[in-house]
T-cell receptor
Framework: DAGVTQSPTHLIKTRGQQVTLRCSPI?????VSWYQQVLGQGPQFIFQ???????GRGNFPDRFSARQFPNYSSELNVNALLLGDSALYLC??????????????FGDGTRLSIL | GENVEQHPSTLSVQEGDSAVIKCTYS??????FPWYKQELGKGPQLIID?????GEKKDQRIAVTLNKTAKHFSLHITETQPEDSAVYFC????????FGTGTRLQVFP
């Protein structure tokens, strides 16, 4: 079975631009979470979606938004990009539960570089 | 807010030796503690987890211990192999997962 897939794998943008990152969860998984991992740090929680509804939000500005589609795939959108948004963006999925105290299956991420 | 501290930041061991990584969490309501291994260019991979109603869990060469009173939990890897070389992250869950800052483990042949 395919794991969590993310696209694109790498992306280069300039300050002020907007970006959309995509994630497909493991087949049958209904919950998707997004994380930001800055170089040398652990992943930091951004959003969780379950059954197309936002179930959790981390301490990120309103420039960050996300949504989940009927097929449970998800998009993360970041507006007005700043240099500090340069990071690895990770998507994780869990099965049929909303709670996050379950094993999270991560994709390999999208490496976003802001020039 | 919830905080997870992880030590050491780097750890070098000889093949066959044991490695121990320690984490401390701040929120006593934390109830789930996973450990992840991240190899270069890859996403984190769950290697073992433990819940707050259990004190110890073992899976082959990997074990995790939890001390709820002290709010400490630790990862133990025995008989280390070069393929164990990676960055390891601990995490603690209350309403979301909070990750530690990572430990870079190097196992020398």
């Amino acid at each position: 079975d395919a794991g969590v897939t993310q696209s694109p794998t790498h992306l280069i943008k300039t300050r002020g631009q907007q970006v959309t990152l995509r994630c497909s969860p493991i087949s049958g998984h209904k919950s998707v979470s997004w994380y930001q991992q800055v170089l040398g740090q652990g992943p930091q929680f951004i959003f969780q979606y379950y059954e197309k509804e936002e179930r959790g939000r981390g301490n990120f500005p309103d420039r960050f938004s996300a949504r989940q589609f009927p097929n449970y795939s998800s998009e993360l959108n970041v507006n007005a990009l700043l240099l500090g948004d340069s990071a690895l963006y990770l998507c994780a999925s869990t099965p049929n539960v909303a709670a996050m105290d379950q094993p999270q299956h991560f994709g390999d991420g999208t490496r976003l570089s802001i020039l | 807010g919830e905080n997870v501290e992880q030590h050491p930041s780097t750890l070098s061991v000889q093949e066959g030796d044991s490695a121990v990584i320690k984490c401390t969490y701040s929120d006593s309501a934390s109830n789930y503690f996973p450990w992840y291994k991240q190899e270069l260019g890859k996403g984190p991979q769950l290697i073992i987890d433990i819940r707050s109603n259990v004190g110890e869990k073992k899976d082959q060469r990997i074990a995790v211990t939890l001390n709820k009173t002290a709010k400490h939990f630790s990862l133990h890897i025995t008989e280390t192999q070069p393929e164990d070389s990676a960055v390891y992250f601990c995490a603690a869950h209350t309403d979301k997962l909070i990750f530690g800052t990572g430990t870079r483990l190097q196992v020398f042949p």
